[in-house]
């Protein structure tokens, strides 16, 4: 007939009944702790006799420990209705009835989620509004921590001041009997500290936190529509582990994005110092226009767009986040973008004065075909910033082993093709000449791994 809804204040919610006796009854249930706290005798049969609380909230404790989440229930009777239905007519001098265990254990999937993010430098914390004792069970079923790990309360945490949460939420894993306003402090204080914050929540009381947060995740199933409306993302199944499938594949696409902006990069730097380098060392332009054209198009175009394809690498999820405010650049990409594309204008300069002051017709073509097998042994080499293409295995990314094909195979018929010798201005090549325009790939491609093979030297 009425009802005074929960809140994490009082930590309980309580509804009127009238019976078929015509008496009215108050029924309360909550937190063990509060409810057991407001009741002064315990029913016994059609009787009630005093109550032990202590006796009582020690089960409580027990039952929580376990991993179950308690609520304990007390009513009272009235009479006739109450003028005004309200916590502090109704929520005292209540008749403890009992205590319910409400399991809600973890998905089979959690725990190794969970390690997963330990592995990527992730740190996950849970904070609830659940009994520590029950907050403990769950975070030592999960790993957040150990068997003596702290459970920081909402009371210890209203004892804090701004500076010294600042000061200690670093070391927060399980956070209990947490009110709305403190989950929201936490974030803040973890992002004052320079920390990347994502939330996860369903409750319109999650709300603020999910709004504060670098990345709001609301659950989709079980979410309401304002946790939804306060987040960036929707989880679809509310599962933990689907968030950290995400974090891998976002970490795969930036990978992705860096190997497309180190080959494009070093290429096309290639193509540029040996066209602007060449009339200074007395030789005359190496490329016509529809060549460049066609090596931006066909030897960049298809294997970069298959580098999209790459998989992630096996300890992607085993190393450390990157720094919001690191550049695409960092990590040694432009370094490598310079010297690979300086020597890969060396390699098709020396080309090219061999051929020119030797007489030889097909210089422009060889170098011209010899760009672009560097470039496919660069892109070959690259599929990795550390691990060797041997360990990767030529075909795990098939998409750019067909690409390269179909290039090499395309570059082959540009040169030996009469129709499109005409079209491209070129002439074929003796079968040394294609070798060494092979070889000068074959180089490119060895110099890379020496590269990353130094990479991991120094990383050990």
């Not at 991993?67 to 229930?73: C, D, F, K, Q, S």
């Not at 939330?199 to 603020?208: C, E, I, K």
């Amino acid at each position: 007939m009425d009802e005074l809804p929960f809140d994490s204040l009082r930590k309980c919610m309580s509804t009127l009944h009238a019976t078929p006796s015509g008496d009215w009854l108050s029924v309360t249930k909550g937190a063990a702790e509060v409810v057991v706290g407001a009741c002064a005798t315990q029913a016994l049969g059609d009787a009630a006799e005093p109550l032990d609380r202590g006796e009582v909230l020690a089960i409580a404790d027990r039952m929580a420990a376990s991993g179950l989440r308690v609520l304990a229930v007390g009513v009272r009777r009235f009479a006739v209705r109450p003028e005004r239905y309200a916590p502090e007519v109704v929520e005292n001098e209540l008749t403890f009835i009992g205590l319910v265990g409400l399991i809600d254990p973890p998905r089979p999937e959690a725990a190794a989620a969970i390690a997963s993010c330990h592995a990527a430098g992730i740190v996950p914390i849970m904070i609830t509004g659940d009994h520590p004792l029950t907050a403990r069970a769950i975070g030592e079923r999960l790993g957040l921590i150990g068997d003596q790990g702290a459970v920081v309360t909402g009371v210890e945490l209203a004892r804090y001041s701004r500076e010294e949460l600042q000061q200690r939420v670093g070391t927060f894993r399980v956070c209990a009997r947490v009110a709305p306003e403190q989950k929201l402090a936490i974030v803040a204080a973890l992002q004052k500290r320079g920390e990347v914050v994502a939330v996860t929540g369903d409750g319109v009381n999650d709300a603020p936190a999910l709004r504060q947060a670098d990345i709001g995740v609301a659950m989709g199933i079980t979410g309401t529509d304002v946790a939804k409306e306060a987040s960036g993302i929707v989880l679809l199944d509310d599962n933990f582990a689907t968030i950290v499938a995400a974090i891998h594949e976002g970490r795969r696409i930036y990978d992705n994005l860096r190997r497309f902006v180190r080959y494009v990069l070093t290429t096309n730097a290639g193509e540029v110092w040996t066209i602007f380098l060449a009339p200074f060392l007395g030789l005359p332009i190496p490329l016509l226009p529809v060549q460049i054209l066609w090596i931006n198009l066909v030897t960049d175009g298809l294997p970069g767009l298959a580098l999209a394809a790459e998989p992630a690498e096996r300890n992607v999820m085993r190393r450390p986040p990157r720094a919001p405010t690191e550049s695409v650049f960092a990590h040694g990409l432009g370094a490598h973008a310079l010297f690979v594309g300086l020597l890969m204008a060396g390699i098709a300069l020396g080309a090219e004065a061999w051929a020119w002051h030797g007489g030889i017709a097909q210089w422009q073509t060889l170098v011209f075909t010899m760009l672009c097998f560097m470039q496919l042994g660069h892109v070959l080499a690259i599929r990795s910033e550390e691990t060797s293409l041997f360990s990767q295995g030529l075909l795990s990314n098939r998409p750019l082993a067909a690409a390269v094909l179909l290039t090499a195979l395309a570059q082959i018929a540009v040169v030996y093709v009469a129709p499109l010798n005409a079209v491209f201005k070129t002439v074929p090549l003796t079968l040394a000449q294609l070798g060494a325009a092979v070889g000068a790939g074959v180089m490119i491609f060895a110099v890379v791994e020496c590269e990353k093979w130094l990479r991991r030297r120094v990383r050990r």
